[in-house]
């Protein structure tokens, strides 16, 4: 039997919403009765955590963390001088997030400075309120400007204060710097007088309060046609005041739900032909004071849809946890996990990459393979990335996320699962990150780091299966560096892919040099970009011919036909899609989008699968093919089924980095992705993407898709500090050495 290393905590084995089917008409009789409605209950006292809030705010300190969320498109990040903290304004207009609990003429006074350049005309500045010019200001007259915010033109609850810009240009530009962003105005304060600051809404003795001038959204999802939604509430006043609430959908339609008493319930079913978000928001209406606010007892949400319809979609729900477990005892197959470190997808054939292939043996491999069109890393740099492809576990539940964080003892990894299952294991590593100090050595009989080239450390890993005395099946984990930074292929591979005649040019070196030019100092198609771009391509060759002869090599040996074969990305690389050349600094496609491909006996051949997929989806995959059952949950999805080309329910695919400071989460759901910042500096807002290149950021477009998103983002992260404590990785002077030489240190 399997060691327990660690225990969760009770809301990983327990579903925290209520869910209920009530029995309605008879329509179907087959052996017993059917609903004709399917209901399903939240608890939204205890999700209160996830929800959003809004209050009102007498003081925008732009540049500090409290002003960031009211902050929403035309926004750079947060800097800071001698004197003040401020953020840009950037592009044509940015646009402010102001909430209002009641309507009444408001004074205010922003203040900010104009960009300016020998070139440059007049910086004018025009207002507006809710798609209503309120005020021009005139930027040359000074950095202190007052203006009127006039009832006519407010409305209760949230509103959209837009600065439009005469103008805005970008220091490069002009001769100034570097810096490509389209500079308007850096702004420092926005004050609204008559405004004061009310305390965010709250739990208080098992109830969720609301003081007077605050909100709370809940964003649900609807499941389609016929469906319909009800939010059932006891609250009462403390003080002189009432509850507000509405309805809102991405088209416009806002529907408010009619209170009456202390006790209301009410149902909203919308004209609908597909799924979609529905956000509910709760408004306390009343003087604002000490302790003065709605005190709400009961808040129930109950989304009911035609029994004959799918069921509600995970999003809904806490995600399950997969036991990965088979039906009856499976062949105890081979397993073969090929890692190639920082390999976006995009680059290779099988994916669509350019032409002529830089991955001939791996697109051979599809043909006989499983292919996964969109798999999605964890995080966007290696050793957070890795703990979760060996543990099943997000960030943050393996707590592996800082380059200081070594996994702990307590973690049970794929290795120790599938050892102790009777399994040989080896692991080959060439990246200094993942080693034995790391703690990532854990069920390996046979763990080697060493920083070698793909074709000598696959080398080593068939002499280790040569060495074999026994009959056992055998796991074999390899762990490759190349197309990892420095971009310095072996000269064959280069003349082929990279004809650059300067031999420093993808040196640490050199990428170093780019990087101190600053954020947006290049772009994709500038000729540094292409020429790194090209060194990367070859690098991809030269990892591809290694993955070939691993698999001719298993081949020889008569293994192919009894081992699961794997292969994957810890994680991909940017080349100024968005800014940055590298990786571990955002989470945009060009670092999260990576290969996912598996071979598995006797399972399909040549074929795909659309379904969005995650890293911590690998581990109980594995397991489940192998008939193994788990000792402990994964938060992974066995995928099986969609391995059976079944469907399977969506499913929110969640990353997050923390890396010197930079902190910021995403999500994907539906065709959409949510990139949020946990940090100043790590992006200007909420940014919500349709397409996948992450061009076109339509988070003020779809508020409420944004809504569920950053919702379902917050149940996520809330988990932080509930999994495993990570352990300390302190370095010695040769990994030191070996994380230098790949641009870490």
Not at 195 to 202: E, K, S
Not at 592 to 614: S, Y
């Amino acid at each position: 039997m399997a060691r327990m290393k660690r225990r969760f905590p009770p809301w990983l084995t327990t579903n925290r919403f209520l869910h209920v089917c009530t029995l309605g008409v008879v329509t179907t009789l087959v052996g017993c009765l059917e609903p004709a409605w399917l209901d399903e209950q939240h608890d939204l006292i205890a999700t209160f955590p996830h929800a959003t809030v809004d209050t009102e705010m007498g003081l925008i300190d732009f540049g500090t963390p409290a002003a960031r969320p009211r902050l929403g498109a035309g926004w750079s990040w947060d800097e800071a001088n001698e004197s003040t903290t401020y953020v840009w304004g950037t592009g044509d207009v940015s646009t402010l997030d102001l909430y209002l609990s009641a309507i009444r003429d408001l004074d205010a006074t922003i203040t900010g400075s104009a960009f300016r350049d020998p070139g440059a005309p007049r910086q004018e500045v025009t207002v507006v309120l809710n798609d209503e010019d309120i005020a021009t200001l005139d930027l040359s007259t000074g950095d202190r400007h007052d203006f009127r915010l006039p009832a006519e033109t407010q409305r209760r609850g949230r509103n959209t204060l837009e600065l439009q810009y005469a103008y805005a240009r970008a220091p490069a530009n002009v001769g100034v710097s570097t810096d490509r962003r389209q500079l308007a105005v850096a702004w420092q304060r926005l004050e609204i007088r008559e405004l004061i600051d009310v305390q965010p809404p709250r739990i208080w003795n098992d109830e969720l309060f609301l003081p007077f001038g605050s909100e709370v959204h809940y964003h649900f999802e609807l499941p389609g046609p016929g469906s319909s939604i009800s939010v059932d509430t006891l609250a009462r006043a403390r003080g002189e005041g009432a509850l507000e609430a509405t309805w809102r959908l991405d088209d416009g339609t806002e529907v408010p739900a009619p209170w009456t008493g202390e006790y209301a319930s009410t149902w909203f079913t919308p004209d609908i032909d597909s799924v979609v978000p529905i956000r509910l928001t709760l408004r306390a209406i009343g003087d604002a004071g000490p302790d003065q606010g709605m005190r709400i007892t009961t808040l129930t949400a109950t989304i009911r849809q035609p029994s004959g319809q799918a069921t509600l979609s995970s999003a809904q729900k806490t995600p399950s946890l997969v036991a990965g477990q088979g039906e009856e005892p499976r062949a105890r197959h081979n397993v073969v996990v090929y890692l190639v470190d920082t390999l976006r997808s995009d680059r290779l054939g099988c994916y669509g990459g350019p032409s002529p292939s830089r991955s001939p043996r791996l697109d051979a491999f599809a043909e006989d393979a499983v292919l996964f069109t969109r798999a999605v890393a964890q995080t966007s740099w290696t050793k957070p990335a890795v703990a979760s492809v060996l543990t099943g576990l997000g960030p943050m539940l393996h707590g592996v996320n800082t380059p200081d964080h070594a996994l702990p003892d307590s973690a049970l990894t794929l290795a120790e699962m599938l050892q102790e299952n009777g399994y040989r294991t080896g692991g080959f590593v060439t990246n200094a990150h993942i080693t034995e100090e790391s703690g990532f050595a854990q069920g390996f009989e046979h763990f080697n780091y060493r920083p070698l080239l793909a074709d000598d450390i696959g080398a080593a890993a068939i002499d280790w299966l040569d060495q074999a005395t026994t009959d056992q099946p055998f796991f074999l984990y390899l762990h490759t560096i190349d197309p990892h930074a420095p971009f310095e292929p072996k000269p064959s591979y280069r003349n082929l892919f990279a004809e650059i005649d300067d031999p420093s040019l993808g040196s640490v070196a050199h990428i170093r040099a780019v990087a101190d030019r600053g954020a947006h100092a290049f772009a994709p198609d500038d000729a540094v970009s292409q020429d790194l771009l090209a060194l990367y391509d070859a690098e991809i060759a030269q990892n591809d011919a290694a993955f070939g002869d691993l698999l001719d090599a298993l081949d020889s040996r008569g293994l192919s036909e009894s081992t699961i074969v794997v292969f994957l990305s810890d994680h991909g690389e940017a080349f100024f899609e968005h800014g940055v050349l590298g990786h571990g600094w955002d989470l945009y496609r060009e670092t999260l989008d990576v290969p996912l491909l598996m071979r598995v006996p006797d399972g399909p051949r040549g074929t795909t699968v659309d379904t969005p997929v995650q890293h911590i989806d690998l581990a109980p995959t594995l397991l489940g093919q192998l008939g193994i059952s788990l000792p402990t949950p994964l938060e992974g999805r066995d995928l099986g089924p969609l391995l059976m080309e079944h469907a399977v329910a969506h499913t929110p695919l969640h990353a997050y980095l923390t890396y010197e400071g930079r902190r910021g989460a995403s999500v994907i759901y539906r065709g959409k992705k949510l990139i949020e910042p946990l940090s100043a500096d790590f992006a200007a807002g909420p940014e919500l993407y349709t397409d996948r290149l992450d061009r076109i950021d339509r988070a003020g477009e779809l508020s409420v898709w944004t809504g569920l998103l950053r919702q379902l983002g917050r149940a996520e992260l809330n988990k932080l500090g509930t999994g495993l404590t990570s352990e300390s990785d302190e370095l010695d002077e040769e990994r030191r050495r070996q994380l230098e030489a790949l641009g870490y240190l």
